[in-house]
């Protein structure tokens, strides 16, 4: 495997690379991660290539948010990388990707309103940059994302529908622990009681979801089913939104159906976690 920290050394590796599967993370990798990277493998199949990309953005950061202390464990990365099938990585430095007077930024103005871009306001700008200037650098032909930040996912792909970025992206399903915590970089920040009390996020959404196959459609019913298994099981979390939303336009929704999305965002002490379900999976 390849390892690239420059855009001058990332270009000519480029040339020769072919049909390019893409995997962009900010690092600190876990088996979710490495999922992607065998996804992104089984994609690309022996003929083409697989690459990944580590870096911490300082643009998706609010002021009060934890980029100086987001974990940096880049030999760890590389080693998951390549036993997960990457042929490169590219982990350059923010000097690298981002010029010093730089002026210029993406910014997404409807699906970035709700969700966690309602309380991390400039947060999916900085992501839509970042991913932008990723395709430009690397020119993939596939690209593939966690379910996880759904919300990303939906943006992404707007990004590329609007700006026509040939890049077909790929959502790949999000890889728990064997309790049902979505794995996350941040569930290191949990302390032992509210990491026991953390599954309770995929409990309350799958109790969500049962209702609704059983007839419960109202949004304010699953909501409240939702609030209740929490405050019962998760008291050391708080609850940052917990929302009915369309599976591609992220928009609130009255009354569930098979295309709609229950996602919610819980504050414990030093980590603020996010999960998700699909009701028509």
Same mark, same amino acid.
């Given at each position: 495997?390849?390892?690239?920290?420059?855009?001058?050394?990332?270009?000519?590796?480029?040339?020769?690379?072919?049909?390019?599967?893409?995997?962009?993370?900010?690092?600190?990798?876990?088996?979710?991660?490495?999922?992607?990277?065998?996804?992104?493998?089984?994609?690309?199949?022996?003929?083409?290539?697989?690459?990944?990309?580590?870096?911490?953005?300082?643009?998706?950061?609010?002021?009060?948010?934890?980029?100086?202390?987001?974990?940096?464990?880049?030999?760890?990365?590389?080693?998951?990388?390549?036993?997960?099938?990457?042929?490169?990585?590219?982990?350059?430095?923010? &000097?690298?990707?981002?010029?010093?007077?730089?002026?210029?930024?993406?910014?997404?103005?409807?699906?970035?309103?709700?969700?966690?871009?309602?309380?991390?306001?400039?947060?999916?700008?900085?992501?839509?940059?970042?991913?932008?200037?990723?395709?430009?650098?690397?020119?993939?032909?596939?690209?593939?994302?966690?379910?996880?930040?759904?919300?990303?996912?939906?943006?992404?792909?707007?990004?590329?529908?609007?700006?026509?970025?040939?890049?077909?992206?790929?959502?790949?399903?999000?890889?728990?622990?064997?309790?049902?915590?979505?794995?996350?970089?941040?569930?290191?920040?949990?302390?032992?009681?509210?990491?026991?009390?953390?599954?309770?996020?995929?409990?309350?959404?799958? &109790?969500?979801?049962?209702?609704?196959?059983?007839?419960?459609?109202?949004?304010?019913?699953?909501?409240?089913?939702?609030?209740?298994?929490?405050?019962?099981?998760?008291?050391?979390?708080?609850?940052?939104?917990?929302?009915?939303?369309?599976?591609?336009?992220?928009?609130?929704? &009255?009354?569930?159906?098979?295309?709609?999305?229950?996602?919610?965002?819980?504050?414990?002490?030093?980590?603020?976690?996010?999960?998700?379900?699909?009701?028509?999976?």
């Amino acid at each position: 495997m390849t390892l690239i920290e420059t855009v001058q050394d990332l270009r000519a590796w480029r040339k020769s690379a072919g049909h390019l599967v893409f995997v962009p993370t900010m690092g600190a990798l876990h088996e979710g991660h490495a999922t992607l990277v065998r996804e992104a493998r089984q994609l690309a199949g022996p003929q083409s290539k697989v690459a990944a990309s580590i870096f911490v953005n300082p643009l998706q950061f609010g002021p009060n948010e934890d980029f100086d202390r987001y974990p940096r464990t880049l030999e760890k990365d590389l080693s998951m990388c390549a036993e997960a099938g990457a042929d490169m990585v590219f982990a350059p430095s923010v &000097q690298e990707v981002y010029h010093a007077n730089r002026s210029i930024q993406i910014r997404e103005s409807r699906l970035s309103n709700v969700l966690c871009g309602a309380s991390r306001p400039g947060h999916f700008d900085g992501v839509c940059t970042v991913v932008a200037k990723l395709f430009n650098l690397l020119q993939p032909d596939e690209a593939v994302f966690g379910k996880k930040d759904y919300q990303q996912l939906a943006i992404i792909r707007r990004l590329v529908r609007d700006l026509d970025i040939p890049v077909i992206v790929h959502g790949i399903e999000t890889v728990r622990e064997s309790d049902g915590l979505a794995m996350s970089s941040r569930n290191r920040y949990l302390s032992a009681a509210e990491r026991a009390q953390a599954p309770a996020l995929r409990l309350a959404l799958t &109790q969500a979801r049962a209702a609704w196959l059983s007839g419960v459609t109202g949004s304010q019913k699953l909501i409240e089913l939702i609030r209740n298994v929490l405050a019962n099981e998760a008291s050391l979390g708080r609850p940052d939104y917990i929302s009915l939303v369309d599976q591609e336009t992220l928009q609130p929704q &009255q009354i569930a159906h098979e295309h709609s999305l229950i996602a919610l965002a819980v504050f414990f002490d030093q980590a603020r976690l996010i999960d998700n379900i699909e009701l028509s999976h």
